[in-house]
């Protein structure tokens, strides 16, 4: 027979390792406690006992024999009972989940107080105004958070009696004016509630455990968990403590303490110190704190042993802790410890100084920093004031700062740019036709979109500033102006500032901070400060601890060269059709337009030597590296003008082009009701002749040249959408007879792996067959993603993804991170299916989930062997996988 659940500890019974039970207060006042440090004794009601109450609308029945078991054990501890007339003992009633969520969920102060023992605090403290203020502190606490009246009413009353006195804080109200006060709290929880304040000090106390569980589904609570990822299942902890006073008089007060500044990782002690009062009002910020230094001057016992039991946790915790504290009439108390939430440029300095002082390992250096943080630190960002009101928020695409004078077509950006201007590209949407444009801007906003869109996706590879679905923007791209919700008009020519990492738009030039880390990264500068030193030093040691390679997905010389900088170790996905873009449209247009195989073999034979000399310009930057090419992937009609501004522009022509009624015919022969599930990939290959022999051609004669030129090139062909083994075969075949054509007019040997996307389901499911004819796999995540639920990337972005989100069905996108359960599984079977076949199939991912640092650790998981992302995002790739390879080792957040 199992022993019966526990629901209650005393702080002495528990330690650190019980925060899944406990929470991380109560687990921290623990562990405190079991130190020697001056805690205020108290107990814990266990996550386990808040489950059983959200599930059944019930406390446990043991729970009230266990907290009143408890609560003897404090009164006998102090020496007072709760609510004692004479000499009351009072108690907070506090929230502590699992994972930290500051400000989200309930706390009530001075349980214990009533109409009796107000007078009885008052003469053992000996300052009447004290126990009242008190009092009014637990009426406004209690009646807000247990009894549910609007926090604002009793704001109000104390504004009308301030009002009254002539006086501006709280603390400026005497004894009888806060007695006054209090009757008037109590007569307006009774108008408020139909029911009295309860006087017996014990009800107080469980009406405020069980409003403490109720705080866990709050409404503010629910939405803190769902953006910080925090699972809903979990409950909070409720921690019940003896109070002590930081308002009894100038040798008293409150603080914060940080053993370490959490914002830019400096050693030395840090945080906030205000005389003559209690912790809530340094968070409601009534009165202006003095630095924490303040304190030594102040009370320089209570700061010396302050000092000491700082250094203590951080040599416990061998981390940042953040440390609340209260001085009672010159006796000090710690109230409260965790693991100190930190900046990025905080989390790398104090991984790294730890380290340095040998008081963790590199492996635990490198778990307390991560990707996101890297990326953060990577890229220039605002200097903003508080003053600097964004007029528009949207989805933060791609990160970073810039600020440029709006346009609104890509023809203006490339022009005014080529004028030395700096330029923010404003679509509704981007389409591959504004890609000259996207290039030439300093950023991109679109007021539709999510972070997969085109111009998210785009953005990101060229590490442009990118706000997507700003959709309180309505863009006028024919009158070139946009209009913000409130009305204010926005003109082509005037400035603006876009915040890719916030996911804000504001008017006018905000001033911008350049980044230190992302210069030193990309030219392996050797002057460096504190902060890249930490940053270079987590990367070094992940790169030697790693497995997965790291390549990047890169479609020009210039961007290879960046990924190459940035630490790439190839090329996971080159895509083609971006280099039949800009002038080049017309020779695809003519390849469409093709009457007889004649024309379109002179239309391709004209492409050939284009796609020859991008290939070797990017075999050349990628030197002695993989390179993986795929094929022609879209649609051929998104190579044609969009069918309306064709349709417009013969209309309006007295004498219409007759290439324009050539490619509107053309258009409108090749429209498909969805063409991501259309004429494309690999079925576009087979259905044009000469297409994949023209590619592979060009992709062989180019590896010749470099070979020729003494380069050592490593070109890899992949074939796209793939689904089923017979079209790879007989696109395989076309392949190797190329390279045979190659090698025989050359003499050179070729050695091109020839592979396949799979970001079909049905390519997941038959990998085994299909394996037969590949040498590798790159898994095409972002199809695979919309092919598996059945829905339209952009389309569902802009519809309902934002419900599902706020509903909880999605915690993320799964275009964001991907969709281990289901996606995921998918990728696993391939991936195991494929390797029975052939043990020495290489396996790689080049989808946006390459970059993604919880999909990066899945993809070590199950064995992949490299990830490929956007150029910019290898450094934190590169780290995401040292993280991954760690074994053993904590790499959960601090939150």
């Not at 017979?726 to 070729?750: C, D, H, K, M, Y």
Request: charged share 25%; glycine share 10%; proline share 5%.
């Amino acid at each position: 027979m199992s022993a019966p659940t526990q629901y209650v500890y005393g702080f002495a019974d528990g330690n650190r390792e019980m925060a899944d039970l406990l929470g991380g207060k109560g687990a921290g006042l623990a562990e405190m406690t079991r130190l020697g440090l001056p805690v205020p004794p108290g107990f814990t009601v266990t996550t386990e006992a808040c489950k059983v109450y959200l599930t059944t609308g019930e406390e446990p029945p043991e729970l009230g024999i266990e907290v009143a078991r408890a609560l003897a054990g404090l009164e006998q501890a102090m020496g007072r009972t709760l609510g004692q007339p004479d000499e009351p003992l009072l108690v907070s009633v506090r929230s502590g989940a699992r994972f930290s969520m500051p400000g989200m969920m309930e706390t009530i102060l001075d349980i214990g107080l009533n109409d009796a023992s107000v007078a009885g605090l008052a003469k053992a403290s000996g300052q009447e105004r004290f126990a009242w203020d008190s009092y009014r502190r637990l009426l406004q606490m209690f009646g807000r958070t247990v009894m549910g009246v609007d926090g604002e009413l009793f704001e109000a009353a104390i504004a009308e009696h301030k009002a009254a006195r002539s006086v501006t804080a709280d603390h400026d109200l005497d004894a009888a004016e806060l007695a006054r006060l209090t009757e008037e709290f109590k007569a307006l929880i009774r108008r408020e509630t139909g029911e009295d304040f309860p006087q017996d000090p014990v009800e107080q106390l469980y009406r405020a455990i069980r409003a403490v569980f109720d705080s866990w589904n709050g409404e503010r609570a629910r939405v803190y968990r769902r953006r910080e990822h925090i699972p809903d299942d979990l409950g909070t902890a409720v921690n019940i403590q003896a109070m002590v006073f930081g308002n009894l008089g100038a040798d008293s007060g409150t603080g914060v303490a940080f053993t370490r500044d959490p914002a830019t990782g400096a050693r030395g002690r840090y945080g906030d110190y205000l005389p003559d009062a209690q912790g809530e009002d340094v968070v409601a910020g009534v009165r202006d704190a003095v630095p924490l230094d303040a304190l030594k001057t102040l009370d320089p016992r209570s700061y010396d042993e302050l000092g000491q039991h700082l250094r203590t946790l951080e040599r416990h915790y061998h981390d940042l802790c953040d440390v609340e504290f209260t001085v009672e009439r010159g006796r000090l108390w710690i109230l409260q410890t965790r693991v100190g939430k930190r900046t990025a440029e905080a989390a790398f300095r104090i991984a790294h100084d730890l380290r340095e002082e040998r008081a963790i390992t590199a492996d635990e250096a490198l778990a307390r920093v991560d990707g996101t943080e890297l990326t953060r630190l990577m890229f220039p960002r605002f200097d903003t004031r508080p003053t600097d009101v964004p007029v528009a928020h949207g989805v933060p695409a791609s990160p970073g700062a810039a600020v440029g004078v709006v346009v609104f077509d890509s023809a203006t950006a490339v022009r005014r740019a080529a004028a030395g201007e700096d330029t923010v590209l404003v679509r509704r949407e981007t389409t591959p036709d504004d890609l000259p444009g996207m290039i030439a801007a300093q950023a991109v906003l679109t007021s539709r979109g999510g972070k997969t869109s085109h111009a998210a996706v785009v953005a990101r590879g060229m590490g442009k500033v990118c706000v997507c679905g700003a959709e309180s923007l309505t863009v006028d791209p024919v009158a070139r102006q946009f209009t913000t919700s409130s009305g204010e008009v926005v003109r082509e020519g005037d400035t603006v500032s876009v915040d890719g990492t916030a996911g804000t738009v504001h008017l006018g030039a905000l001033p911008l901070t350049a980044s230190e880390v992302g210069r030193a990264l990309e030219t392996g500068s050797a002057k460096s400060g504190p902060l890249t030193e930490a940053v270079l030093g987590a990367l070094a040691h992940a790169d030697s601890v790693r497995r997965l390679e790291v390549r990047a997905n890169a479609d020009t010389p210039e961007d290879a060269e960046r990924a190459r900088a940035l630490g790439a170790q190839g090329i996971g996905l080159c895509r083609t059709e971006h280099m039949f873009l800009g002038e080049r449209r017309a020779l695809v247009e003519e390849m469409i337009l093709a009457r007889d195989d004649t024309a379109r073999e002179q239309a391709l034979a004209a492409l050939l030597p284009l796609q020859r000399q991008d290939f070797t310009g990017i075999l050349k930057a990628m030197d002695g590296l993989p390179v993986t090419i795929r094929l022609l992937d879209p649609p051929l009609h998104e190579f044609l003008p969009d069918r309306t501004e064709l349709a417009v522009r013969i209309a309006g022509a007295e004498r219409p082009d007759p290439h324009d009624r050539a490619l509107l015919a053309a258009v409108e022969r090749m429209h498909e009701e969805n063409p991501m599930l259309g004429l494309r990939g690999v079925r576009l290959g087979l259905a044009v002749p000469g297409l994949v022999a023209m590619q592979v051609r060009a992709i062989a004669e180019a590896v010749v040249s470099r070979i020729c030129d003494g380069g050592r090139p490593h070109a890899e062909i992949m074939v796209p959408l793939v689904g089923t083994v017979e079209e790879l075969r007989l696109t395989r075949s076309e392949v190797e007879r190329v390279l045979a054509e190659v090698v025989a007019e050359t003499g050179q040997a070729l050695d091109c792996p020839i592979g396949t996307m799979i970001e079909l389901p049905r390519a997941a499911l038959t990998a085994g067959r299909i394996a037969e004819a590949a040498d590798f796999f790159s898994f095409g995540t972002n199809d695979l993603t919309q092919t598996t639920w059945g829905l339209s990337r952009d389309d569902a972005e802009a519809s309902f993804f934002p419900l599902y989100l706020e509903k909880g069905i999605f915690a993320v996108s799964p275009f964001e991170s991907l969709d281990q359960e289901g996606v995921g599984r998918l990728v696993e079977i391939a991936v195991e299916a494929g390797r029975a076949v052939n043990p020495r199939l290489q396996t790689g991912v080049c989808g946006e989930h390459g970059g993604d640092p919880e999909s990066i650790h899945f993809f070590h998981r199950v064995g992949l062997d490299y990830v490929s992302c956007s150029p910019f995002r290898i450094p934190a790739a590169r780290l995401e996988a040292g993280r991954a390879a760690l074994t053993g080792t904590d790499v959960s957040d601090t939150r």
